[in-house]
């Protein structure tokens, strides 16, 4: 009876450790086709216009399509592509990807600097110019890194990129009112031994 059992519980581990092996298989399996798939997108010539098929690629293609379009600096097709990534709410690991590229994307137009090849993690600034000559596309870029927090806080590559869109285009301060500090009331006090005056 004894062995009977063990032979059983054997039985089982081999059934389970196969199912494993069968659901790994099939993931690499995707997961070969989908790097081909990525291999042709970034092969393939720059078209900003893509053809139907192309919107139907899984979103990972598309992501890599849409990054593939940000460095030919084909800008609209890319914000375009980008854009139809992000879902509203709170995105996936794909939109927010999506939503840090199309922020860079942003902050590199604005500050009129091409885009580097390769450079997909952060959008680094040769120089930095005045807020006065800073484009309104550093505030598009402001405000997706911002959207990026509050989905993901501890992102610090949003948090970089912010900081140096704030630095090339510091927000400010709303100014306070300057009134002319008059008082509510006045008293005459008089105090022995001082001339009637004003205070220093």
């Not at 399996?29 to 042709?40: D, V």
């Not at 899984?58 to 139809?84: H, M, Q, T």
């Not at 501890?154 to 510091?170: F, I, S, T």
Request: hydrophobic residues 45%; positive net charge.
């Amino acid at each position: 009876m004894r062995r009977h059992s063990v032979h059983g519980f054997f039985a089982v581990g081999a059934l389970v450790c196969a199912g494993v092996a069968l659901a790994q298989g099939l993931r690499l399996r995707q997961t070969i086709t989908l790097n081909q798939q990525i291999a042709a997108t970034a092969a393939a010539p720059v078209e900003p216009d893509a053809a139907p098929a192309a919107r139907e690629a899984p979103r990972e293609v598309r992501l890599a399509r849409a990054v593939s379009l940000s460095r030919a600096g084909a800008s609209d097709a890319a914000f375009k592509s980008y854009s139809g990534l992000i879902e509203p709410g709170r995105p996936d690991a794909i939109g927010r990807e999506a939503l840090f590229n199309l922020g860079n994307m942003y902050l590199r137009l604005g500050m009129g600097q091409a885009p580097e090849p390769g450079d997909t993690a952060s959008a680094a600034a040769p120089s930095l110019r005045s807020a006065a000559g800073a484009s309104p596309l550093v505030e598009l870029a402001k405000q997706r890194y911002r959207d990026l927090l509050r989905v993901n806080p501890g992102d610090w590559d949003a948090r970089y990129n912010l900081e140096r869109a704030l630095r090339v285009a510091p927000e400010e301060q709303p100014a306070f009112a300057e009134d002319e500090n008059v008082p509510v009331e006045r008293r005459r006090v008089l105090l022995r031994g001082m001339e009637p005056g004003d205070l220093p």
